[in-house]
């Protein structure tokens, strides 16, 4: 877990099977954004679903909002790391229309299993900007795709 994800808890995990849990309660609150939106996400239900107490759920996560930019923290630091393989792979030689095809493409693999991505995505878009996590997180994936474009 990074640091930056870390600052969305309340508590560090000191212990791995506390980093494990908490791994989890992301994990089934990425199922549940994905199912519901966010929007309609509540706390009681991921913890329902993790199959531990609400109080378990607040020891590490004040809130919704924080289960929601811990997950963006893990969909940029993922995404990161393909923007790096993606830099090395940029030839002047390349056709914009190959080069464009070909970012978007491995975009899309490397996002298929970030489940939780399409509902923080579409809570930035709806009036009132209902999740600053989605605003970031789509904020992070333009930033990237246009840096690409603009090196080649």
Request: charged share 25%; hydrophobic share 45%; no cysteine.
């Amino acid at each position: 877990m990074s640091d930056e994800a870390a600052s969305h808890l309340r508590n560090r995990p000191r212990q791995a099977r506390s980093a494990a849990r908490v791994e989890h309660l992301l994990d089934v609150a990425e199922e549940i954004f994905e199912e519901v939106g966010y929007d309609a996400a509540t706390t009681n239900l991921v913890a329902s679903r993790a199959g531990v107490p609400v109080g378990t759920l607040y020891r590490w996560f004040p809130d919704k909002a924080a289960l929601a930019e811990a997950l963006t923290d893990r969909y940029l630091e993922r995404l990161m790391n393909l923007y790096g393989e993606l830099l090395t792979d940029i030839s002047p030689a390349d056709r914009i229309g190959d080069f464009v095809r070909r970012v978007m493409t491995r975009l899309a693999a490397a996002t298929q299993n970030q489940r939780a991505m399409p509902a923080l995505l579409v809570s930035a878009m709806v009036p009132g900007g209902r999740s600053r996590a989605g605003v970031r997180l789509r904020a992070g994936l333009e930033g990237h795709v246009r840096t690409l474009l603009e090196v080649r």
